[in-house]
């Protein structure tokens, strides 16, 4: 497929994302690399061997993929069209060290875009806790499977509506996400009149050439105004998350040596978010065999969204968590031709869907966890999407 190149600078980008109102779209910013770009008018569905003749492809799978099923209690799910697709757009929005510019596929006409104004609406809502006793029943599901050997770890995660009192615009979260989220990758994924949206610290696989790089990032603890430094040393030294966190590196060491030579693993440090702090490793390999395919596929889900063994942890999590986590946890993010691109998890995210909105939050439940403890630490991960409405 030819595309023709525009220039096109933009002094709010988002312009374009709102140009294609009611299409399927895509916006991403990698704030870590200073690089954005938003696709809309869905082109087609490609398979992997096409990828490569499109600049970018968005690339989403659910949690638990069609042939593994959903949740076993799972209620009725709004993640029904979404997902389990490498699709390739007509019009994109490129913004990098090349500069900004607008790519749209020879077959369809170039779209007018002008800048737009995004205005920073406060979005009035209203929600109550009313899965508590569904939190309980995953948390006791859990720790039994831990107790008696089964697992080692599995992610507990939580699923809350808000309810928002008008039908808002999407521009103005993913604005804030964006002010609000210094270190964290930007995306929303609008199709069928419905958008998945967050700020994502975590990286599942970045492939650049032979290089492939993934991030083990577990423990976390709540920063406290004017106690910052005192929070980041005390996660630092803390026993429990230093084991869930080495759980985490291992497993993922073990999966990359599979695949590359040898994995080179990064001192483990603090990465500082706007609610909390995380300990995190960065693990690196060379290879020149798998496609970015074959590492998302090995790679997820990682013990920092599943749990350890992998198989059985999710097991665990499908008998025992009663809603569909979707995209919630999920790989999602761009491909180019080159077959190199950035594929976070879909954390800190939620389902905007007309006057509601599905928020989801998860936590690695170990040996020593616990129940109250953990649903406080979701409350604590929740504030990244609504801090964003308020």
């Not at 200073?34 to 087609?44: E, F, S």
């Not at 006409?109 to 029943?137: C, F, G, M, N, R």
């Not at 080692?152 to 993913?174: N, W």
């Not at 997820?300 to 499908?318: F, N």
């Given at each position: ?20 109102e009611g299409q399927e779209r895509v916006y991403w910013k990698d704030q870590q ?147 609000q989220n210094q270190e964290c990758f930007i995306f929303a994924y609008e199709k ?108 997820h889900p990682t013990p920092a969204m599943g749990g350890l063994p992998q198989k ?79």
């Amino acid at each position: 497929m030819k595309y023709k190149e525009i220039g096109l600078e933009l002094q709010e980008p988002l312009s374009f994302w709102k140009a294609f109102e009611g299409q399927e779209r895509v916006y991403w910013k990698d704030q870590q690399h200073n690089r954005l770009i938003i696709a809309a008018g869905r082109l087609k569905k490609v398979s992997q061997e096409e990828s490569h003749q499109y600049p970018y492809c968005w690339y989403s799978r659910t949690f638990f993929s069609p042939e593994e099923g959903q949740p076993i209690q799972k209620v009725k799910s709004a993640w029904q069209t979404m997902g389990n697709e490498l699709v390739a757009f007509a019009h994109y929005y490129i913004c990098d060290e090349k500069g900004a510019r607008y790519l749209h596929a020879e077959t369809v006409p170039a779209k007018s875009v002008s800048d737009q104004e995004v205005v920073l609406k406060k979005i009035a809502y209203t929600w109550t806790e009313e899965d508590k006793e569904d939190w309980d029943y995953l948390f006791e599901g859990i720790h039994k499977n831990i107790e008696n050997g089964s697992i080692k770890k599995a992610v507990a995660s939580r699923q809350i509506c808000l309810h928002l009192q008008e039908t808002v615009d999407s521009a103005s979260i993913i604005k804030r996400l964006n002010q609000q989220n210094q270190e964290c990758f930007i995306f929303a994924y609008e199709k069928d009149k419905q958008v998945f949206l967050g700020a994502s610290p975590e990286i599942l696989v970045q492939k650049q050439g032979s290089t492939v790089l993934s991030y083990a990032l577990a423990g976390t603890i709540r920063k406290e105004v004017g106690k910052e430094e005192v929070c980041g040393q005390q996660l630092l030294h803390d026993t429990k998350n230093i084991h869930e966190h080495s759980l985490v590196v291992n497993m993922i060491k073990q999966i990359m040596s599979r695949m590359g030579r040898t994995v080179m693993v990064g001192p483990m440090h603090l990465m500082e978010l706007r609610n909390l702090f995380h300990l995190r490793s960065l693990l690196t390999v060379e290879d020149e065999r798998h496609s970015i395919f074959d590492w998302i596929q090995c790679l997820h889900p990682t013990p920092a969204m599943g749990g350890l063994p992998q198989k059985k942890a999710m097991d665990v999590i499908r008998q025992y968590e009663r809603h569909d986590r979707g995209l919630y946890a999920s790989p999602l993010g761009f491909i180019d031709a080159k077959g190199d691109g950035l594929i976070v998890v879909g954390i800190r995210s939620a389902l905007l869907t007309n006057k509601a909105m599905y928020a989801y939050a998860g936590c690695g439940i170990v040996d020593g966890s616990i129940c109250q403890e953990e649903y406080e630490e979701t409350r604590t991960k929740f504030k990244t999407i609504l801090d964003a409405l308020q």
